[in-house]
T-cell receptor
Framework: AQSVTQLDSQVPVFEEAPVELRCNYS??????LFWYVQYPNQGLQLLLK??????LVKGINGFEAEFNKSQTSFHLRKPSVHISDTAEYFC???????????????FGQGTILTVHP | NAGVTQTPKFQVLKTGQSMTLQCAQD?????MYWYRQDPGMGLRLIYY???????DKGEVPNGYNVSRLNKREFSLRLESAAPSQTSVYFC?????????FGPGTRLLVL
């Protein structure tokens, strides 16, 4: 079975500063990797995903993540955050099935990003 | 195209009451999922349906039942609600472009 650990439960940062949200995973087989964002009282929105190919993945809202297979990590980064980025962020994995179909997601515990003015 | 819809948005139950959470998707997806979200625990899979007519247990199925009514609809039933089932429930469906989530149902069991 796979597992996901988000290393920080809360990350406070000032507006326009860079941010990194850390995610490590454990799996004995190949996985797909995802980052989701959840704004207050809303559902989850996909930020980006890694299926195969380039290990640097660019997503929406200026976020990017890098897949590091040797360190089993998939950290999320943004070079300059905005107040509107305040939200909870979830890292997730699913088993790799090949092609473009995804299986059940296993989520990390979430990281609350708070951007201060 | 509404994506994934859930009803109700909010619900308060007393211990022992029953209710059904409804979920529907209009994207013609085969796979649908029910998750619960609790503070500090991320989302945990309750049940899923890989295709119409099939359902399987996820990580935390106890106290729940599901029905895949047709390709569009996947309902979650609490037969006898318990305070431990106070949570936010999300339905999701999967397509070739990713997994899409509904807006959630906030359930409080007193």
């Amino acid at each position: 079975a796979q597992s996901v650990t988000q290393l920080d439960s809360q990350v406070p940062v000032f507006e326009e500063a860079p941010v990194e949200l850390r995610c490590n995973y454990s799996s004995s087989v190949s996985v797909y990797l995802f980052w989701y964002v959840q704004y207050p009282n809303q559902g989850l929105q996909l930020l980006l995903k890694y299926l195969s190919g380039s290990t640097l993945v660019k997503g929406i809202n200026g976020f990017e993540a890098e897949f590091n297979k040797s360190q089993t990590s998939f950290h999320l980064r943004k070079p300059s955050v905005h107040i509107s980025d305040t939200a909870e962020y979830f890292c997730a994995v699913s088993l790799s099935r090949g092609g473009t179909s995804y299986g059940k997601l296993t989520f990390g515990q979430g990281t609350i990003l708070t951007v201060h003015p | 195209n509404a994506g994934v819809t859930q009803t109700p948005k909010f619900q308060v139950l007393k211990t022992g009451q029953s209710m059904t959470l409804q979920c529907a998707q209009d994207m013609n997806h085969n796979s649908m999922y029910w998750y619960r979200q609790d503070p500090g625990m991320g989302l945990r899979l309750i049940y899923y349906s890989a295709s119409e007519g099939t359902t399987d247990k996820g990580e935390v199925p106890n106290g729940y039942n599901v029905s895949r009514l047709n390709k569009r609809e996947f309902s979650l039933r609490l037969e006898s609600a318990a305070p431990s089932q106070t949570s936010v429930y999300f339905c999701a469906s999967i397509g070739i472009t990713g997994q899409y989530f509904g807006p959630g149902t906030r359930l409080l069991v007193l």
